[in-house]
């Protein structure tokens, strides 16, 4: 597996964006299951090994996990504010569970369950989100096991086949699209902005 | 016309985070006409008069433009970085073009593009946008008119129905859903992160 082109210019803005904790969210667009987009902020992981999708994380009783069973394609928009440049990527994002059989799979769920922190991991051991407001209390639950998943937490892998990079720096803008073709090979080419 | 009751948090964020240019970028969901999901960066250019629609520009020869036309529903996602709030806003786009008949939206059609900046408005006449790469000079038209818009120039209202609310600051977090009832009051519901 060889790295997408994109995955240099992307590598670049976050090294441009690391002071910004928030130049690693993103937002996620999917189809509500009536048919209507959905879109949310969520938290860049990281890539799996050597591959190019993105790790991402998700709570099994939030309504993206039953629109991505029934329509898997989602296009992520990622914007960095300090260099100015917009990333949409277009793909396939793959829902890992409790249930997942697939060991490699598996796998990398639980070790991104290890790698988060302990804030991070209560919150999968909170009450039903967007239910009516629980009772304070029952936001702090005991804190989960570190080392095995609850079975609320889901790890996501997008999986591009699209890209667009728009840099709005520069007179005029710099845009490329990338895209896999039919023998899944990228190809690449400057566009107007 | 009263304001939504989500006016006031949205009013407060917009104040807390207006330091941050990008504070008033937020990401657009619509769908593309195969049903695939698409998500870019907008910029939130204010409400329509004392409505509780949000202002949005776009290019005619845009892909969101033949989206929107096929399907108006749309969720924005606009997350202010500096107080860590979330809101998104589900609801139809009305698209306003050069060929809309209606007087008022023609008017609040003209009146935007009069506000915007002569670097804003000389992009309505670049090339085509994602097409292949043109030749540097065509992107140094002469400057548009700027009291009549260009035909590519487009107005877009978004015209909220349901709209959540989440404030990461908080432990935990709070999270507003407000949505318009079957006779067109608007309901709200704290409910869980």
New interface residues.
């Given amino acids: 597996m060889t790295l997408a082109p994109w995955r240099s210019p992307l590598a670049r803005a976050l090294h441009l964006n690391r002071a910004?904790v928030?130049a690693r969210?993103a937002?996620?667009?999917?189809?509500r299951q009536d048919?209507?987009?959905?879109?949310?902020?969520v938290v860049f992981r990281g890539f799996w090994d050597e591959t190019n999708q993105i790790k991402l994380i998700g709570d099994r009783r939030s309504d993206k996990i039953p629109q991505l069973a029934a329509?898997p394609?989602?296009?992520?928009?990622w914007?960095f504010?300090k260099s100015r440049e917009?990333f949409?990527l277009?793909g396939t994002l793959t829902v890992i569970t409790a249930d997942t059989a697939d060991s490699s799979l598996a796998t990398v769920r639980h070790a991104q369950w290890q790698s988060l922190s302990d804030n991070a991991r209560v919150?999968f051991a909170?009450?039903?989100?967007?239910?009516?407001?629980?009772d304070?209390a029952q936001?702090d639950p005991e804190p989960p096991d570190p080392t095995t998943p609850l079975p609320t937490f889901c790890l996501l892998l997008l999986n591009p086949t699209e890209v667009d990079h728009l840099a709005l720096r520069g007179?005029?803008q710099n845009?490329d699209?990338y895209w896999l073709n039919a023998v899944q090979q990228w190809q690449w080419?400057?566009?107007?902005?």
């Avoid at 394609?73 to 928009?77: G, I, Q, R």
């Avoid at 080419?189 to 902005?193: E, G, I, K, L, T």
Wanted: net charge positive; hydrophobic share 30%; with cysteine.
């Fill in positions: 910004l928030y969210y937002q996620l667009a999917t189809l048919g209507r987009p959905a879109n949310r902020t329509q394609w989602s296009e992520l928009c914007y504010p917009q949409r277009l919150q909170w009450p039903q989100p967007q239910a009516p407001r629980a304070i936001f007179d005029p845009r699209r080419q400057a566009v107007n902005p």
